[in-house]
């Protein structure tokens, strides 16, 4: 079975501090992709990353960064230097080999305080 | 930059109405979904749909719910009579290929409110 697991509900930062969002994962496909999507107050769900199950190296886009790691089934985003733009709900999803749909998490809704 | 389009973006019915939602997906892709999303809550898998038939569906696509490509290009969900628990966020989305072969893009949802 699929799972997806984002233990942090909400989450609330001063703007500029740095702050991770956390993803846990369970399949039993040894090829698999994560993704993360944003969902902005506007309700449409934006892709910011994907990620299949081979590739391991973290990645950086300007404010953002993630890390996979394998060993303990996480796909962590962070966000350096947050701004009030970023306040959102992200979510974090799992899309395996077999089958055909998305998992996704429950969400982290995080807001940046100017 | 190519899109998904779903229309409406809100729809008030009653209890019992049938409605139907429309999604165009981008002119490319070959792989169609609908995911639902109730207020506050996770977005939940409904159906997919290639090659012009439902390859999967979850538990919540029961005999109420349907899927349908018309046409070329639009992608319906038509749900036969409402109820209020089906008050949510629909969202449309598409994909080229299979699984391994890329991210959905999504629409902007459409919002149902059933009284």
């Known amino acids: 079975a699929q799972k997806v697991t984002q233990a942090q509900t909400e989450i609330s930062v001063v703007e500029k501090e740095d702050v991770t969002l956390d993803c846990v994962y369970e399949?039993?496909?040894?090829?698999?992709?994560l993704f993360w999507y944003k969902q902005p107050p506007s309700g449409e769900l934006v892709f910011l990353i994907r990620r299949n199950s081979f590739d391991e190296q973290n990645e950086i886009s300007g404010r953002y960064s993630w890390n996979f790691q394998k060993s303990t089934s996480s796909f962590n985003f962070t966000i350096t230097a947050s701004q009030v733009v970023d306040s959102a709900v992200y979510f974090c999803?799992?899309?395996?080999?077999?089958?055909?749909?998305?998992?996704f998490g429950t969400g982290t809704s995080l807001t940046v305080i100017p | 930059e190519p899109e998904v389009t779903q229309t409406p973006s809100h729809q008030v019915t009653q209890m019992g109405q049938e409605v139907i939602l429309r999604c165009v997906p981008i002119s490319n892709h070959l792989y169609f979904y609908w995911y639902r999303q109730i207020l506050g809550q996770k977005v939940e898998f409904l159906v997919s749909?290639?090659?012009?038939?439902?390859?999967?569906k979850s538990e919540i696509f029961d005999d109420q719910f349907s899927v349908e490509r018309p046409d070329g290009s639009n992608f319906t969900l038509k749900i036969r009579s409402t109820k209020l628990e089906d008050s949510a966020m629909y969202f449309c989305?598409?994909?080229?290929?299979?699984?391994?072969?890329?991210?959905?893009?999504f629409g902007e949802g459409s919002r149902l409110t059933v009284l």
């Open positions: 399949t039993r496909d040894t090829t698999y992709y």
């Open positions: 989305a598409s994909r080229r290929g299979p699984p391994n072969t890329g991210e959905l893009f």
């Open positions: 749909f290639y090659n012009n038939e439902i390859s999967e």
């Open positions: 999803a799992l899309s395996a080999n077999t089958g055909n749909q998305f998992y």
